[in-house]
């Protein structure tokens, strides 16, 4: 690797302001050269060097994410996000634009410098816009865990000065390009306290201080014992059952009949049957989340038993809307999606392997076996035609696309169903691929979409799988989806109680 100093370059000319910045930046220098740093010879310099190419902070972001926690794993996300603009920022625009040449090292104490000396120009410092770029994205998304990381950032940037590799100009430039960076990415991916539900309709529920009436039947399968510990630790007189996933719907239904709020612990299959149980029985329902994705925690804004807590103790809740779908005879009800076609046809395969070679890899291979079939999977009368499909998806309440972020819901009680269609055709993977990317476009030769509050399909093909909320069933002939509109009562924090994120 070449320097990428042009020493042939002519120095500009004088300027008063320049020249007294610049002296100043080199007498600030020289202090800091000069001074003794108890204890930092030992660490900053290796500090220093951890940073390189970023692996510090992708080690970093790699211990926030395995603390498992929804709000861990989007800050550590969003800190290496920031960090990948700041860096891009930085390599092609910012040491490009200023050709400054590095501090000369003869004040740094020789034990100070780092073995290896950069090469690179050195307005402004890389070092100080990475770091401040993940700390900044992780804070913006956790202020807990950017309290833990800045730290570490402002020790990184310090260094920089420390080692004699940069004035205190260049990592003071650095540290706002990826303090910049950080909130850049905030402005294309909002943070989720800026994506809170509207708190309505609110609703009148009791309120729990202990958690006395409250039982939570609890999904063995979803390993979410921590969380279901630490709401009893807050809410002692609160009962909990612990079953496996077999004996979820027998237990929820002898909880309801002794509880005066029903609560729940597991995925979006487990709060989907908690639900059609607490309407049954006119119950309130609160959701600890305790699957892999949560789509209706936290859609709802309840991420983990903090948020859920507050909610039981305050006596705070909303209503939302419920999905239905029925046909000839069967029923069944959906808080998040109801899908016919390619969806629940890959759903079922990977569930036949997912055993044998495990979810993420039985999800791949299903899905190249079913985008690979030459028959489409669902066909369907609409206004008197029959048309081919590859899938027809209906959301209960509007998925939004918020920049480059998944779509999510932004209103669980707006009454209407969010419906997409794939047509037939060639090449499904294109189809498909194009509809996501169109998002809520309205219409296009590859798929349409409209908001209903009711649907009804004729002439499905018998044996049509249906999949709602994670679960497959099949049907045949006619299906009709629609909206209970406010249906069921559910826990949640509202903005502006005490201890809110909102």
């Known amino acids: 690797m070449s320097p990428d100093v042009d020493l042939t370059v002519p120095k500009p000319g004088r300027h008063a302001l320049r020249t007294r910045l610049l002296a100043l930046d080199s007498r600030l220098f020289e202090f800091a050269a000069e001074r003794n740093w108890p204890y930092a010879e030992r660490v900053l310099p290796r500090l220093s060097r951890s940073a390189n190419h970023g692996v510090l902070w992708f080690a970093t972001a790699a211990v926030i994410a395995a603390g498992r926690t929804p709000r861990g794993r989007r800050a550590a996300a969003r800190g290496l996000a920031s960090l990948s603009v700041a860096s891009l920022t930085i390599n092609t625009l910012g040491k490009r634009s200023v050709r400054r040449p590095r501090p000369v090292l003869d004040a740094v104490p020789l034990a100070r410098q780092l073995k290896r000396q950069p090469i690179t120009t050195s307005f402004p410092s890389g070092h100080a816009a990475s770091a401040a770029a993940f700390a900044t994205g992780v804070a913006l998304e956790s202020p807990a865990w950017g309290l833990a990381v800045a730290p570490i950032a402002w020790s990184v940037a310090l260094s920089r000065v420390y080692t004699g590799v940069h004035f205190p100009s260049d990592v003071l430039a650095g540290a706002a390009l990826g303090a910049g960076a950080a909130f850049a990415v905030r402005g294309l991916v909002p943070t989720r306290d800026r994506l809170i539900p509207p708190a309505r309709p609110r609703t009148d529920v009791p309120a729990l201080p202990d958690g006395a009436g409250l039982v939570v039947v609890a999904n063995k399968g979803a390993r979410t014992a921590d969380r279901v510990h630490a709401l009893l630790d807050a809410l002692p007189r609160a009962e909990v059952v612990e079953c496996e996933p077999d004996y979820i719907r027998a237990e929820l239904r002898k909880a309801a009949a002794r509880a005066r709020v029903l609560g729940v612990c597991g995925g979006d299959g487990t709060v989907n049957a908690a639900a059609a149980v607490a309407l049954q029985h006119g119950l309130p329902l609160a959701v600890l989340p305790g699957g892999t994705l949560n789509h209706f925690a936290n859609d709802l804004g309840v991420e983990d038993e903090r948020d859920l807590i507050r909610a039981l103790q305050g006596g705070e809740a909303v209503r939302v809307d419920v999905g239905r779908f029925t046909s000839d005879g069967q029923h069944g009800l959906f808080l998040n999606t109801c899908s016919l076609g390619v969806y629940p046809e890959l759903v079922r ?114 044996g049509a799988l249906l999949a709602y909320d994670g679960e497959v069933t099949e049907v045949g002939g006619e299906v009709t989806l629609e909206k209970l509109p406010e249906a069921l009562t559910v826990y949640r924090p509202l903005p502006g109680s005490p201890g809110s994120r909102s």
């Open 349 to 462: 395969r990977r569930d036949r392997i997912s055993p044998r070679i495990g979810a993420w890899p039985a999800g791949v291979l299903a899905a190249l076996r079913v985008l690979r079939s030459d028959r489409h999977p669902l066909h369907a009368e609409v206004a008197g035609r029959a048309h081919p499909l590859w899938l027809l998806f209906a959301g209960n309440g509007t998925y939004h696309r918020l920049g480059l972020a998944p779509a999510r819901r932004l209103d669980l009680a707006d009454g209407v169903l969010d419906v997409r269609v794939v047509h037939g055709g060639r090449r499904p993977a294109l189809r498909l691929l194009a509809a996501a990317l169109a998002g809520p476009l309205t219409r296009s030769p590859a798929h349409a979409a409209v908001q209903v509050g009711r649907l009804h399909l004729s002439g499905l093909t018998p």
